[in-house]
């Protein structure tokens, strides 16, 4: 089984590409130009001119100067190296997207064409710019989750949040400016490597919060199609599925934290051996290297020359055998889902007895622990919004929590949060979902 990797925000190496550029390749130039196109025409800016000139800027140069164009640029080379590499008859068996580059991942495997896909990220540029007033950062760690999330927890800044757990060497904190630099100044006195990120927002925050609610809006119009390949996401811990609300998902990035470490320990437990990287440079092929010694892991556009380099990932997903690529339906179940309900199962089984009291008392323990709330705040009847002020991302939050602890395995398809407004109906969904 092989994986394509799709890497995010820091995915930018200047010159990557600029050869077949130069040399006129039809695949590059019509990519880039239909991303050009949709740019232009919404944030008045294009891609090609900037980082095909023949100086081009650095990653710094281009985060300070123009973070838009940053974005569009490691989209744009992620969906460029794709088709090159199905030019030359490579097809992975999944697709795996690391935090934006989720969204080319989708994009190549069919969700979107490559104007609509490219307007989705236009959007959620635009409604970054224009909401996210937090001034905040991102800051990688060099240690693992454990020890990043006590750095955390020492703080106690209320918008300082675990963003992402990368590895057991890295895991990234999104937050205020102010408290990231005291999270790196903690971090020294504890012998924590830190690096900030080239990130122009504090993302898988809930400071994105009202972002978030407008990036729906805004791309809920965008067509959808069904999947050619699966996609495994590592901020919903699932497989996307064609049922899926895209837009609701695309925006909830935004404030959800991402775990690429047990999404890629998942697939490679599945029978995954070969990972290959779509797009610029090598930093998700050197996190799975880091999870998984001697796993064979190819960043096509590492080197100087990146024709070789291509060549080199296409027989890396490349079936070897020479036969068919493997189905997706064999892929999704080769990946185990928690407390997953078998097809087999006898249609007439028994109902599971719940003591629903003791139920709600263990759900009422965690509500009360998540929010520091006294425990009697939790009637049945109270409304979690409009009585408690706990918003649809915390709301989301907590459903995730009590489906880890309850086993209760992927969310059904269609999950809205705004139907479970009150706690009597979020123990109901619990009680429901309780496998025997």
Not at 120 to 145: F, K, N, P, W
Not at 315 to 340: F, I, K, S, T
Request: glycine share 8%; with cysteine; hydrophobic share 45%.
């Amino acid at each position: 089984m092989s994986v394509a990797l799709f890497p995010g925000q820091g995915a930018y190496r200047p010159g990557t590409l600029a050869g077949l550029w130069e040399r006129g390749d039809d695949t590059v130039r019509d990519t880039y130009e239909e991303v050009d196109a949709v740019a232009k025409e919404k944030l008045g800016r294009n891609v090609s001119s900037t980082v095909f000139r023949p100086s081009p800027p650095s990653p710094a140069t281009l985060l300070a100067s123009a973070p838009d164009t940053l974005q569009l640029a490691v989209f744009t080379t992620s969906v460029a190296t794709h088709r090159l590499l199905a030019e030359r008859g490579a097809r992975a068996s999944v697709h795996l997207g690391h935090s934006l580059g989720e969204l080319a991942a989708l994009t190549c495997a069919g969700a979107y064409d490559l104007a609509d896909a490219a307007a989705v990220l236009c959007e959620r540029i635009s409604v970054l710019r224009e909401h996210d007033t937090s001034g905040g950062a991102m800051l990688a760690l060099g240690c693992g989750r454990e020890r990043a999330e006590r750095v955390v927890a020492l703080i106690d800044h209320p918008d300082l949040v675990l963003a992402v757990d990368n590895s057991a060497g890295q895991a990234v904190v999104s937050g205020p400016a102010d408290a990231i630099a005291t999270a790196a100044g903690i971090a020294a006195q504890l012998g924590i490597t830190s690096t900030q990120l080239r990130s122009p927002h504090p993302f898988h925050n809930p400071l994105l919060a009202e972002a978030r609610r407008q990036l729906v809006a805004r791309i809920a119009p965008l067509r959808t199609r069904p999947l050619t390949v699966p996609v495994y996401s590592p901020i919903l811990g699932r497989f996307y599925r064609d049922g899926d609300d895209l837009a609701e998902l695309l925006a909830l990035h935004l404030v959800t934290p991402v775990d690429f470490r047990t999404s890629v320990t998942a697939l490679h437990a599945a029978g995954a051996r070969e990972f290959v990287e779509i797009g610029a440079g090598r930093v998700l092929t050197a996190l799975v290297a880091e999870a998984l010694p001697g796993v064979h892991a190819v960043a096509p556009l590492a080197g100087r020359d990146d024709e070789a380099g291509l060549a080199s990932a296409a027989e890396a997903l490349r079936d070897p055998l020479g036969g068919d690529a493997v189905p997706a339906a064999a892929v999704q179940a080769a990946v185990p889902a928690a407390a997953e309900v078998s097809a087999d199962a006898p249609a007439q089984s028994a109902p599971v007895e719940v003591d629903r009291d003791e139920l709600t008392a263990q759900v009422r323990a965690l509500y009360a622990e998540a929010m520091e709330y006294p425990d009697e705040v939790f009637t049945d009847d109270v409304l979690l919004e409009a009585d408690l002020g706990i918003d649809s991302v915390k709301q989301t939050e907590l459903l995730s929590r009590l489906g880890d602890r309850f086993g209760l395995g992927v969310p059904p398809a269609g999950l809205r949060v705004a139907d479970y407004d009150t706690f009597g109906k979020v123990v109901d969904f619990v009680a429901a979902g309780i496998a025997p």
